[in-house]
């Protein structure tokens, strides 16, 4: 096959850092699925990742023990104040009590308005029904019943080789098998553990998000000096991607990143300093310039994507 | 300079303000519930969430402002979750699940919990009858767990000490009841979720579970004590092992629905199965509970044979009463 034939001006360099940054996209695109609500407007949603997902389930377990060693000394303390004698009803009701936190810490949080444990709060998570519609208890419940086998097969069968009651091939067998179920999450594109599977449900992420000043804001304020004015063929330098790009560096970073960025697009532009002109105003000028020059031509259906999109 | 304006940013400051109304409404939702919500603001909450979500649409058209887009995406589908998601308070819905849900669900899955039954009983009478021909079958079922020392070579009178209690040292029982309860929830809950294999492994947890208690039973009955021993093991016993007969039903449930799904995807038939399964096994862990009660109190303190077997009776009687009785259909 031979290669496609080189686009002017591209460089080699350029052009990989490019398709790196579409895999990238396709990759993002992948654990993004859309829900159309019932007033017909999609919504996207982010799946939460397998790591996220371990991450947040860490958190939980670290919890449920926290509050179960706390209980126990609580009332191993209450039973020694009060002297009562055998503290078998105390262990009892421990005993109880360490079922109820070990399978229903998640239900309760989950059933909540949240549908998230604190652990997935911490991470940005929450547990929806896949077909976009209302978060049963059933499927709470489903999905956490289901955790038993999940997690709790293949770590009895992992503290079952140390005894080796079952003959070692049985058990190195049986916890092969039941890390299917541990490992299920990782190997299907919904990022689903069984449970997920059995009860309807995927864990999405919602993170908040505050609303910040519009950027070209920023120019229509009197206090900045004379207007810059950029030529449309400046104006058109950059595409969608390098927009998104310069309003991360506005939001985001340091003056000497912007100062960096501010030269880079000055030498790109062919842009003659004005008397007086700070790198920031620069900055938000060439923004705004940009980003009004890209809606127009989105208005038209055209979407530059970005700087090598030429047409 | 307002002629000079970017169109999408006129057309964000025209409505930031309905959607900051609509974050701070569900964040204080979030926080603290429904309750905490005017009903001024539960009146607005659709208009807002139905603006922001064309706002959404528009802006995903028009604007090229990042923070604006993740912005309305993040709130729309918060929004979405709050207007669509469950209303019902924990209480109602407890009280759904005990009196529509719950007995429902069991109705209507009869073939499965005889299936279940067939599964548990028939091992019970497997190891029944082996050890009665043949004692050495204990040993083979039990390896070299003692048991108590409830095992063929105990005498009669030390079986019959096992059954009956003194009074004494009720609190050493109870710990027990609740280890017992612990460890039958856990095994209730496993074979719900195996049934994810197929219903293979919950089979095999079925009959595994009544050879154990079946090969106990001819330990008793061979020693002349079965009359006495059904009192003592069914008074929690018909609530226990029906709990445990019920956790094999809802393995099965998702296992058939996930080997035959039908007409549906397979993805679809688990999911329908693993609600009403999930239904019975949450019963399950209640209905262990009340055994625990009965084993922990109810065995230790009644003695009386006679009665043992009353409550064990009245116990199946009410559990197949609420179960299977057809009922009024009240619209809740």
């Not at chain 1, 407007?41 to 023990?65: C, H, N, P, T, Y």
């Not at chain 1, 896949?130 to 770590?155: H, M, Q, Y």
């Not at chain 1, 999450?185 to 553990?193: A, E, G, I, L, Q």
Request: proline share 3%; hydrophobic share 50%.
């Amino acid at each position: 096959m031979t290669p496609p034939p080189a686009r002017p001006g591209i460089s080699m360099e350029a052009a990989v850092q490019r398709r790196a940054r579409m895999a990238e996209e396709m990759r993002n695109a992948k654990t993004m699925r859309r829900m159309v609500t019932p007033e017909g407007a999609a919504i996207q949603l982010k799946l939460g990742s397998a790591s996220e997902r371990a991450g947040a389930f860490m958190i939980d377990v670290a919890i449920q023990w926290a509050i179960v060693i706390a209980t126990l000394l609580g009332l191993s303390f209450v039973s020694r104040v009060l002297n009562m004698g055998s503290s078998n009803i105390a262990f009892a009701f421990w005993l109880v009590f360490f079922f109820f936190v070990r399978n229903f810490y998640y239900i309760i949080f989950e059933i909540g308005q949240r549908a998230a444990t604190p652990g997935k709060r911490i991470l940005g998570l929450r547990v929806a029904a896949r077909d976009g519609g209302r978060l049963t208890a059933n499927s709470v419940l489903a999905r956490n019943f289901i955790r038993e086998i999940e997690v709790g097969l293949p770590f009895q069968f992992a503290m079952m080789g140390a005894t080796d009651a079952m003959g070692g091939w049985l058990v190195l067998f049986g916890l092969v098998w039941s890390c299917v179920f541990l490992l299920f999450p990782v190997f299907n594109r919904d990022k689903m553990r069984v449970g997920d599977l059995i009860a309807g449900t995927w864990v999405i992420k919602t993170p908040k998000v505050r609303l910040m000043e519009d950027i070209t804001s920023a120019t229509s304020r009197p206090e900045t000096g004379p207007p810059i004015v950029f030529t449309q063929q400046q104006a058109e330098a950059y595409g969608i991607h390098e927009l998104h790009v310069l309003e991360d560096v506005l939001r985001q970073s340091t003056p000497a990143i912007k100062a960096q960025v501010a030269a880079r697009i000055r030498a790109k532009i062919g842009w003659e300093n004005v008397e007086g002109e700070t790198d920031l105003a620069f900055l938000e000028a060439y923004y705004a310039a940009l980003r009004r020059r890209l809606e127009q031509r989105m208005l038209l259906g055209e979407r530059k994507a970005d700087k090598y999109d030429t047409r | 300079m307002r002629g000079d304006l970017l169109k999408s940013y006129r057309f964000r400051e025209e409505r930031q303000a309905e959607w900051q109304k609509l974050d701070l409404i569900l964040t204080k939702a979030e926080n603290g519930g429904v309750k905490n919500l005017s009903d001024e603001q539960m009146l607005a909450l659709p208009r807002l969430y139905r603006q922001a979500v064309s706002s959404l649409s528009v802006a995903r058209s028009i604007s090229l402002d990042q923070n604006v887009i993740t912005y309305l995406e993040s709130l729309c589908t918060r929004a979405y979750f709050f207007v669509y998601g469950a209303r019902t308070t924990l209480g109602e819905r407890m009280m759904q699940f005990l009196r529509r849900d719950w007995p429902e669900a069991i109705a209507t899955s009869l073939w499965t919990t005889l299936l279940s039954a067939f599964f548990f009983f028939g091992g019970w009478a497997l190891a029944f009858f082996l050890c009665l021909q043949d004692m050495d079958w204990y040993w083979t079922f039990h390896g070299q767990n003692f048991m108590e020392g409830r095992n063929p070579d105990a005498t009669v009178e030390y079986l019959r000490s096992t059954i009956y209690t003194d009074n004494s040292g009720d609190g050493e029982l109870s710990a027990f009841a609740s280890f017992l309860f612990n460890n039958n929830a856990q095994l209730a809950l496993f074979a719900f979720a195996l049934g994810f294999a197929f219903g293979i492994p919950t089979a095999w947890l079925l009959v595994y579970n009544g050879v154990m208690i079946g090969s106990m039973y001819a330990v008793f009955w061979d020693k002349g004590l079965g009359y006495e021993f059904t009192g003592w093991l069914m008074i929690h016993g018909v609530t226990e092992l029906y709990a445990i007969v019920l956790a094999g039903a809802a393995g099965f449930i998702i296992g058939g629905a996930v080997a035959f799904p039908g007409g549906r995807t397979r993805l679809a038939s688990a999911r329908a199965a693993g609600q009403k399964a999930a239904t019975i096994a949450m019963g399950c862990v209640i209905m262990l509970i009340i055994a625990a009660i009965l084993e922990g109190f109810g065995r230790q303190l009644i003695n009386s044979d006679v009665l043992r077997y009353s409550i064990a009776g009245g116990t199946l009687a009410f559990w197949l009463a609420y179960f299977h009785l057809p009922r009024k259909d009240d619209p809740l």
